[in-house]
């Protein structure tokens, strides 16, 4: 079935630094979301893509869904410590069973 | 104040005894999920509902089994037959109206089989 890859599976980042995280399908994906676990904490919605293509950015995070759809993308810009997480890609199938990628998990170093 | 809640935080139980995590929400969402959570993975499907009295099965449902008796209730009992349920467990919930895709996840019950 439909599943998604995502890398790095670690990001170790300096403080100030920008880094990028990629979530790659072998299929054409009809939804992409994103989802950011603290430690500790449970998976809090970040924001959904479905336009070929598409960019939306909230404050220092800017996303991106691929031309084709196969791919999605997270920068960071500036990285903060707040940053620190695991950062999940999911997408949602026609059956609405929402699959998850295995995360990359980000530290930050001060 | 709406939300999910899950419990307990913690359990912990004896090998071969089922247990019943229980997931509330009251967001008025009529669909409803639950995932198991392993240190350092992604999170994956056990079971999802759709609508009241319907469920029906994810990845990884073997030795696990849920109820849909009513909407703002999914409670998902561990079996015995789950060889190795020591794990995290998330539920979650989803607004079908609207076009809205965000799931919301409770705070999660860490389960540990002694």
């Known amino acids: 079935g439909q599943q998604v890859m995502q890398i790095p599976q670690y990001q170790h980042v300096q403080e100030g630094e920008d880094f990028t995280t990629y979530c790659n399908s072998s299929t054409t994906l009809s939804n992409i979301q994103w989802y950011k676990q603290r430690p500790g904490g449970h998976p809090v919605f970040l924001i959904q893509l479905v336009k070929s293509g598409e960019v939306k950015k909230q404050k220092r995070l800017t996303f991106q869904f691929g031309e084709a759809k196969k791919n999605s993308s997270l920068h960071i810009t500036a990285t903060q410590t707040t940053d620190v997480g695991t950062y999940f890609c999911?997408?949602?199938?026609?059956?609405?069973?929402?699959?998850f990628g295995a995360g990359t998990t980000v530290t930050v170093r001060a | 104040d709406g939300g999910i809640t899950q419990s307990p935080k913690y359990l912990f139980r004896k090998e071969g005894q089922n247990v019943t995590l229980s997931c509330e929400q009251n967001l008025n969402h009529d669909a409803m999920y639950w995932y198991r959570q392993d240190p350092g993975q992604g999170l994956r499907l056990i079971y999802y509902?759709?609508?009241?009295?319907?469920?029906q099965k994810g990845d990884i449902a073997e030795g696990y089994s849920v109820s849909r008796e009513k909407k703002e209730s999914f409670p998902l009992t561990v079996t015995s037959a789950q060889k190795n349920p020591t794990a995290f467990y998330l539920c979650?919930?989803?607004?079908?109206?609207?076009?809205?895709?965000?799931?919301?996840f409770g705070p999660g019950t860490r389960l540990t089989v002694l």
């Open positions: 979650a919930s989803r607004g079908v109206a609207g076009g809205k895709n965000e799931q919301f």
């Open positions: 509902s759709q609508i009241v009295n319907d469920f």
């Open positions: 999911a997408f949602l199938s026609n059956d609405y069973k929402l699959s």
